[in-house]
């Protein structure tokens, strides 16, 4: 029944001055435009009013970290490295506290006082690393780059004295420049011979639970040895601005010669909607592997399928150093 009839047969039980009212709006509103008014106010199609899309903004800035090299009063200073591809040299920096002076005492967390993070803007050439400090608070490790670009360097520390805080700087790398980007989403990875799929359901604002799975010639793998305090280390990057993202690997602390597998759940802190770059680091006989993943929150907050099983594209294996 199309909309003024049905307009027409409500307010004729409701009187005459009611009637009067209807033939005045239909005079004026075309018809087929008015709303079935069951419709309109059904309870699921209520708009999020400012104030709860302010509180929503709200939860995701404090949510994102990542994206600074001040937090808290501690500064991430000037990162020292070679300026261009292939060249071997040293990649250094020191972390500066509310006062102005070096820290250096930290709390020892996932079994490493400083997580170093280091990833191209596109995502690709991704390495998690841990640098040696010196008596004067100043972090160095070996280095060579593999590639020309701008890469995101992040420290992830506990100042003893404070709170956690990852802080970042970029730099550039002269060479010639070949950019990759992940044009789809990906939810499966092969390196070395070993298969990993990630499932679960990745939602904004929220944690959420994302398990993978490893396996080697369809066999599952039951010998993930503990790597940084878990089965696996997972480090989730928010693709536009690379702000770094809180993963938490779930269960106990695995003891030293313990094995597990084949699966591993994290609890991920995705800040907004939008498409994640995930970096799982897993260890077996004593090598440490990386998988790579591309994945975007769906309105529903569903993890959207993959076209293919090909591993994620743009995203290379790590280099660790321990």
Do not use: C, K, N
Not at 15 to 24: D, K, Q, R
Not at 287 to 305: H, K, L, M, S, Y
């Amino acid at each position: 029944m199309r909309a003024p009839a049905r307009i027409g047969l409500y307010v004729a039980g409701l009187g005459v001055v009611f009637v009067a009212s209807a033939a005045i709006a239909g005079a004026v509103v075309p018809e087929g435009v008015v709303p079935d008014p069951a419709v309109s106010h059904a309870p699921e199609q209520h708009v999020a009013t400012g104030d709860a899309l302010e509180q929503q903004s709200t939860r995701g800035a404090a949510m994102t970290r990542g994206l600074s090299l001040e937090q808290d009063g501690y500064t991430l200073g000037e990162v020292e490295a070679p300026a261009t591809v292939g060249e071997a040299g040293e990649l250094a920096f020191t972390l500066t506290g509310p006062a102005g002076e070096p820290v250096t005492e930290f709390d020892v967390s996932h079994e490493q006082q400083l997580h170093l993070i280091v990833v191209r803007s596109d995502g690709a050439h991704f390495r998690h690393v841990h640098p040696v400090m010196d008596a004067d608070g100043r972090w160095s490790l070996p280095w060579t780059w593999d590639a020309a670009g701008t890469y995101r360097i992040y420290a992830d520390a506990a100042p003893s004295a404070g709170d956690a805080v990852t802080l970042t700087r970029t730099i550039d790398v002269a060479g010639e420049l070949a950019p990759v980007r992940a044009s789809e989403t990906s939810t499966t990875a092969s390196v070395d011979g070993y298969d990993v799929a990630l499932d679960g359901q990745l939602r904004a604002g929220a944690t959420s639970r994302l398990t993978v799975e490893v396996t080697r010639d369809g066999e599952p793998v039951t010998t993930l040895e503990p790597y940084l305090g878990a089965y696996g280390h997972l480090v989730a990057l928010r693709d536009g601005d690379l702000a770094y993202l809180h993963v938490h690997p779930e269960g106990a602390e695995p003891e030293a010669g313990q094995v597990s597998g084949p699966t591993v759940t994290f609890g991920v802190e995705a800040p907004t909607p939008g498409r994640y770059l995930l970096y799982l680091d897993f260890q077996v006989e004593g090598q440490v592997r990386t998988a790579a993943f591309v994945v975007e929150t769906a309105p529903d907050g569903a993890i959207a399928p993959t076209s293919d099983d090909a591993p994620a594209t743009g995203h290379d294996a790590a280099t660790h150093d321990h």
